[in-house]
């Protein structure tokens, strides 16, 4: 069975950093976008970033642009979410997941839950002050 597994998460204080990864069990994770989304407790899920596959290209959501950085390996296998500059309003359960198919006007569908096809089970990250 395929799944996306994310490691990275962790406690860190304001202004540290981590990095989360996110790879896809069972295949080569051959998907058009892996997406980057955290929920917090009492709050909906809320898009962090994207990253269309083939060649890197980011979408950010504003609030953490400058701070976070989406990528990929080379070998196509692995995605990462860079968090810098960390706030106590950043921690929440960080989910990875992927889109098979592209989709026109990514930069605004990419940031609904309901686009992607398959999610990790998430990683918690907690910001303290």
């Known amino acids: 069975q395929v799944q996306l597994l994310e490691s990275g998460g962790g406690l860190v204080q304001a202004g540290g950093s981590l990095r989360l990864s996110c790879a896809g069990s069972?295949?080569?994770?051959?998907?058009?976008?892996m997406g980057w989304f955290r929920q917090a407790p009492g709050k909906e899920r809320e898009f962090v970033a994207a990253?269309?596959?083939?060649?890197?290209?980011?979408y950010y959501e504003d609030s953490i642009k400058g701070r976070f950085v989406v990528s990929r390996d080379n070998a196509k296998t692995t995605g990462f979410l860079q968090m810098n500059s960390l706030e106590p309003e950043d921690s929440a359960v960080y989910y990875c997941?992927?889109?098979?198919?592209?989709?026109?006007?990514?930069?605004?569908?990419?940031?609904?839950?309901?686009?992607?096809?398959?999610w990790g089970h998430g990683t918690q990250v907690t910001v303290s002050s």
């Open positions: 069972g295949r080569t994770f051959s998907d058009y976008y």
């Open positions: 997941a992927s889109r098979q198919r592209r989709v026109a006007s990514a930069g605004y569908y990419l940031r609904q839950p309901a686009q992607y096809d398959l």
């Open positions: 990253i269309r596959w083939t060649d890197s290209y980011p």
